[in-house]
């Protein structure tokens, strides 16, 4: 006789939307279709997709937008410290010093 290979399954349970049943899902499908919004089907038949944002997706792009305040910020000292330098040359010629 074969012996038994056992192991625990972590399940996220889940309602679909167009029949109302209940299943569970593998817990790291879950995260994966929650974080890809890829498509999957109930035990029905039919075609599911989580579509929110997830929380993941929300901090990169905050995290990008970030990036980019500070990129045109780091951009704009640079130029007024060139433009300061420029009036001040500008001055000296001027006034011959």
Excluded: W
């Amino acid at each position: 006789m074969a012996d038994k290979l056992t192991f625990p399954i972590e399940l996220e349970q889940d309602t679909c939307c167009s029949c109302g049943i209940v299943f569970a899902i593998p817990k790291d499908k879950y995260s994966h279709l929650k974080e890809k919004h890829g498509t999957f089907y109930c035990p029905n038949g039919h075609q599911l997709v989580y579509n929110k944002e997830s929380l993941t997706d929300k901090a990169n792009r905050y995290e990008a937008a970030l990036k980019k305040i500070k990129d045109i910020q780091i951009g704009a000292i640079f130029n007024k410290a060139q433009l300061e330098l420029a009036i001040e040359y500008a001055d000296r010629a001027l006034s011959g010093k």
